[in-house]
């Protein structure tokens, strides 16, 4: 059988008229044209565009965005929660899909990647898993559709009685609709810092979370919970395709004592529920491979039980001896840290 893979280069609206004939198929924020804009926005980040994967026949097998990360010692190819497929794969497919990636971008003279990094529904031979941890394999994700009262009844005991707690203590929750990105730095990063600091987790530079609040318009959104003026916990949310995503957030140590968190999704819901969309990802919990999501998942799964998995994310090596070294120094890094 012959699987031989075209990949072609598409403009943004041909990709969104490929995302419509993928229903019911959803196509990830992470995938689009839209997050490529604000790829490029931040240093070190070059949106690459978006694809189509064919077979012989012009079939449509899937399509995806890619960006390319400068990082010193290594560039990379980031195709983040993608390539999407337009049915299941087998193995033959991946396989030929991740052959027609290296001939595609090992040939353009300009880019130089030392590897792709994908999320797959299945191994195949040539993929290597990650040798740093980026993303996750499982999610919770609560279904929208739902009533209120049967999202309520849905979450755990003691995540009702947070959500409860949070009304009792005053806390309120309201969407900053203004001056978002002086808002964030003066009221939020400094709560990011020190919810970082506490949990033992890295944070990203000021700018990137700036400009996503820029960038993405009203796709992102800044919500926040307080107690009079002052700021506990906040959120930031987006919404693509009917899916509502938590994408980053912090809560002051004040928060835990008022359950400020509990108040702030629970409204974060109803908003999203009333907006339109259809589910709400929780964006990641420890699953069977990231420990150190532990700290967050038990805050998450008070929300649903609904668990889900999530493709597996793979690097395929593009340089693959340069790939081996890389890997090689970098987790002896890690081991001297430990």
Known sequence: MDTLIKVEKITSAEFN??????????????????WGKFDDSNPGRSFLGSYKFTDKNGLLIAIGSATLYKQKGRDWIWFKHGPIFASTPNSEIVSSLCQAMKRYFCSIEEVKPVFIRLNMPTKSPGLSLPF?????????????????????????????????????????IEEVRDERSDFFKKHCY?????????????IHPLSLYTSMLDELGDIARLYVAKNGSKVLAWAITTEYNTQAMYYYGGSSAEARDTFAAYGLHFEIIKDMKSRGNKTYDFMGIAGKNFESLKNVTQFKIKFSKNIVDVPFTYDLPLQPAKYKLLSLSIKAKRSLLK
């Open 190 to 202: 400094p709560i990011l810092k020190e919810t970082g600091s506490r949990d033992g987790f890295g």
């Open 17 to 34: 008229g490929l995302k419509k004939s993928l229903m019911p198929v959803i196509v990830p924020l992470e995938q689009s044209p839209i």
């Open 132 to 172: 740093e941890h980026t993303m996750y394999d499982q999610t919770v994700i609560v279904d929208l559709s739902l009533s209120e009262d049967e999202i309520l009844a849905g979450m755990s005991q003691s995540g009702r009685r947070g959500v409860r707690s949070s009304a009792k203590s005053g806390v309120l």
